[in-house]
């Protein structure tokens, strides 16, 4: 069974950074998940998908209004997946969750009914 756990969540000023970790437990290299990804859920709106990231290939996936601001990236060795979000806005602010799918192919269609494994969310609040 997949467990993902996020950490790295916390405050942060306009226009700063900040790195979110997703520890991933329950599988070895050769039974990981074909594709992992970052979404993210502010109050009153519905989750919605950020980054993704193909697990073999490594190929990456972004929504536009995170690209050439966020940078997702796994290491497979530590079966850690990472979002860096540099240059933040405040309307970055949000729950954000990792998760995890095995099967089919990754890319930005993804949403939530497409991931079965989910962490327990980390906050990320942009302060101006």
């Known amino acids: 069974q997949v467990r993902l756990v996020e950490s790295g969540g916390g405050s942060v000023q306009a226009g700063g950074s900040l790195r979110l970790s997703c520890a991933a437990f329950g599988y070895t290299r050769i039974s990981r998940p074909q594709c992992m990804g970052w979404f993210r859920q502010a109050p009153g709106n519905e989750r919605e998908g950020v980054a993704h990231i193909t697990t073999v290939s490594g190929t990456t996936y972004y929504t536009d209004s995170v690209k050439g601001r966020f940078t997702i990236s796994l290491d497979n060795a530590e079966n850690t997946l990472y979002l860096q979000m540099d240059s933040v806005k405040s309307e970055d602010t949000a729950m954000y969750y990792c998760?995890?799918?095995?099967?089919?192919?990754?890319?930005?269609?993804?949403?939530?009914?497409?991931?079965?494994?989910w962490g327990q969310g980390t906050q990320v609040t942009v302060t101006s």
């Open positions: 998760a995890a799918r095995y099967g089919g192919a990754c890319g930005l269609w993804l949403g939530n009914t497409d991931y079965k494994y």
